[in-house]
């Protein structure tokens, strides 16, 4: 028998012919020169130096195939259901997977911020482009529109565009510091927290490429930034005491925060510590009257992959009601296309009303499916 599944994380790589589709065309070339901008930023990100050089210390040829990213040679690499919704569904039905929350692979936020004229209709275009991907299922495909932080008029305005349109998710950067903008605990926010908590809309925040790692990817050796990339979920830790510890969730008790992909096992050992800062420690928190993890189970959720202590971790110190289970199509460590088997024994045993909370009932409450 099948489990229901609804996956929290797969992902969508949408061409900028089509978000320039919905954009006119006065805008585009400013569009183009802010991509340019941000793709040489990355150049500086993967930096191949610190490899050839640590190849040559091993004795081993040049490797010219370096960047961020694992093995190109799974499963799902290179589905059409990528970029293409109706092959999208294919492959979902291939795996047993109900629903997916997908998110675009690079975060807008990261290049439409530097377009000096037309960000706006920028931001609207490419949230238009993730709309038109969704259209085709949208019961099925759950997009998160972009809301631009560094205007708040602009983005309480995207967020009730949003809710008006029958989107279900909002995505917002991890860290607001990469934008030269302040942390969310910052009164400037409120009214879009407001207006999002209006909506009962999920704020998604989806760990990437942390650019205050910058120096340690440029200095990482392996081919791939084997070493950078497992630090990139657990830095958003800063993140998640910023919400936590700075308030956010003692003034806004009904918003619903998804850190995306960061896994558990950290988050769990993270929230044990907090705890006792506050409870044993002397530390201060002034901007919170209940321990740390009371907020976490109040406010935040999570998503996992292929975690095998995923259930002993919520039941210890993260809670049921937020974790969710999902496949991360397509990328190297995704379960596609034998999530059903990976599932079945994985909640090998597990009681039917928690592995349905995890695996569908907390996500269909998180996006009101």
């Known amino acids: 028998m099948q489990q229901r599944l609804i996956s929290a994380d797969d992902h969508v790589d949408l061409s900028h012919d089509r978000v320039k589709s919905h954009l006119a065309s006065k805008h585009h070339d400013g569009y183009d020169e802010a991509l340019m901008a941000f793709a040489k930023s990355m150049v500086t990100t993967i930096s191949a130096e610190a490899n050839q050089r640590w190849r040559e210390q091993q004795g081993l040829p040049p490797d010219s195939n370096v960047g961020i990213g694992g093995n190109r040679a799974h499963p799902a690499f290179g589905r059409p259901g990528h970029t293409d919704p109706r092959e999208r569904l294919k492959d979902m039905d291939a795996d047993g997977v109900s629903a997916s929350s997908s998110y675009c692979e690079v975060s807008a936020f990261r290049y439409l911020y530097m377009i000096k004229n037309g960000w706006k209709e920028a931001t609207r275009a490419f949230n238009t482009a993730l709309s038109e991907f969704a259209s085709v299922d949208p019961k099925r495909l759950i997009v ?49 927290w ?30 791939q930034k084997g070493v950078f990339v497992p630090l990139v979920p657990m830095s958003s830790a800063e993140a998640l005491g910023m919400w936590i510890m700075g308030g956010v969730f003692e003034r806004f008790q009904h918003l619903k925060v998804v850190f995306v992909e960061p896994g558990l096992g950290w988050v769990s050992w993270w929230l044990y510590v907090v705890d006792d800062m506050a409870a044993r420690q002397g530390y201060e928190f002034p901007a919170i009257t209940r321990p740390p993890s009371h907020y976490f189970r109040q406010n ?27 496949s991360d199509y397509p990328h190297p460590v995704s379960s596609w296309p034998n999530s059903q088997a990976i599932v079945a024994e994985m909640f090998h045993g597990v009681p039917d009303d928690e592995r349905e909370l995890v695996l569908n009932g907390n996500a269909a409450r998180v996006w009101n499916l």
């Open 144 to 192: 998160s529109y972009q809301i631009p932080i560094h205007d708040i008029d602009v983005a309480v305005g995207e967020v009730r565009l949003a809710a008006s349109e029958g989107c279900k998710s909002l995505q917002l950067p991890v860290f607001p510091a990469e934008l030269g903008l302040p942390d969310y605990w910052d009164n400037r926010y409120d009214p879009l």
């Open 300 to 326: 935040v959720y999570l998503t996992f992959i292929d975690e095998p202590d995923a259930l002993r971790h919520a039941h210890e110190k993260l809670g049921l009601n937020n974790i969710m289970w999902s």
């Open 194 to 223: 407001a207006a999002i908590q209006d909506t009962d809309l999920p704020i998604c925040c989806h760990i990437g490429l942390n650019t205050q790692l910058e120096d340690l990817a440029r200095r990482d050796p392996t081919p």
